[in-house]
T-cell receptor, first 112, second 110 residues
Framework: DTGVSQNPRHKITKRGQNVTFRCDPI?????LYWYRQTLGQGPEFLTY????????KSRLLSDRFSAERPKGSFSTLEIQRTEQGDSAMYLC??????????FGSGTQLSVL | DAKTTQPNSMESNEEEPVHLPCNHS???????IHWYRQLPSQGPEYVIH???SNVNNRMASLAIAEDRKSSTLILHRATLRDAAVYYC???????????FGPGTRLSVLP
């Protein structure tokens, strides 16, 4: 059990650029979640996968946000045409069925 | 989504017990009650979870009301390291989403 890994840890980008974050869940965890967290707030649910199927994506913040989980292993979260309001910590978590969530350390995005 | 409500903040003295309340009046019969905590600059970490019966582990105890509309996380002896934001959330039947609220910020005074 090596834990949930997120890369990069920090990302600085200019407004209008596209960014992609990667999450490697704990092996054999079939469920993977993405959250966004801004300062002083709890994690805000974005989307989740069961294996390779994206079962909930209505809470993605806009059509600039998309996520994939090819082959049910790692996942990527992409933000197109970034805006300053996208600056936040992006957290990934994984679990097996309805057991406890394991979180990664997050990717801190700064949009200049 | 089932919602939970928690006090915004609480304070405790070191080495004293802490009782963190959570209301979840719209909980359904198959929702598990989970507690997580988040230390500064870290992702949330699991504390404890339960369905109907009270639960104990090395970190804490979880007391669930008989009607399941509320629960209490109990830290038996608070330490400075327990200062964190504590989140009470519900995990539904299909586990679609663990929805977090703002949580309770616990301060531990030496």
């Amino acid at each position: 059990d090596t834990g949930v890994s997120q890369n990069p840890r920090h990302k600085i980008t200019k407004r209008g650029q596209n960014v992609t974050f990667r999450c490697d869940p704990i092996s054999e965890h079939n469920r993977l979640y993405w959250y966004r967290q801004t300062l002083g707030q709890g994690p805000e649910f974005l989307t989740y996968f069961q294996n390779e199927a994206q079962l909930e994506k209505s809470r993605l913040l806009s059509d600039r946000f998309s996520a994939e989980r090819p082959k049910g292993s790692f996942s990527t979260l992409e933000i197109q045409r970034t805006e300053q309001g996208d600056s936040a910590m992006y957290l990934c978590a994984s679990t097996r069925d309805r057991e406890k969530l394991f979180f990664g350390s997050g990717t801190q995005l700064s949009v200049l | 989504d089932a919602k939970t409500t928690q006090p915004n903040s609480m304070e405790s003295n070191e080495e004293e017990p802490v009782h963190l309340p959570c209301n979840h009046s719209t909980i359904s019969g198959t929702d598990y009650i989970h507690w997580y905590r988040q230390l500064p600059s870290q992702g949330p970490e699991y504390v404890i979870h339960g369905l109907t019966s009270n639960v104990n582990n090395r970190m804490a105890s979880l007391a669930i009301a008989e009607d399941r509309k509320s629960s209490t996380l109990i830290l038996h002896r608070a330490t400075l390291r327990d200062a964190a934001v504590y989140y009470c959330i519900l995990n539904g039947n299909y586990g679609q989403n663990f929805v977090f609220g703002p949580g309770t910020r616990l301060s531990v005074l030496p």
